[in-house]
């Protein structure tokens, strides 16, 4: 069986609305990274895809970063990109 996929969508705030993005969201957006993924960045917030046991413990990282680099909010959705029968054990 392959693999579960899961997108996570996030934005951090405050908002910047123009010039360089937030140092908390760069932040976040760098936490993705190290964890070798690659996510897309823009200025309305930030996705990435990958394997469930690779994406959910980096998103831990990413809250730790961007708190600890200014957010005060981060609204978090994630997606199962193949949802599984009950009792699969996923």
Do not use: K, N, Y
Not at 17 to 35: I, S, T, Y
Not at 61 to 86: F, K, M, N, S, Y
């Amino acid at each position: 069986m392959p693999e579960p996929q899961v997108t996570a969508e996030f934005t951090t705030e405050p908002f910047r609305g123009e010039g360089e993005p937030p140092e908390h969201a760069v932040a976040a957006r760098d936490r993705l990274r190290a964890a070798g993924l690659e996510p897309d960045f823009g200025p309305l917030g930030t996705s990435v895809r990958g394997s469930r046991d690779v994406v959910l413990p980096a998103l831990a990282e990413v809250c730790d970063a961007a708190l600890a680099a200014g957010a005060h909010r981060i609204t978090l959705q994630v997606t199962v990109d193949r949802p599984t029968a009950p009792g699969a054990g996923f």
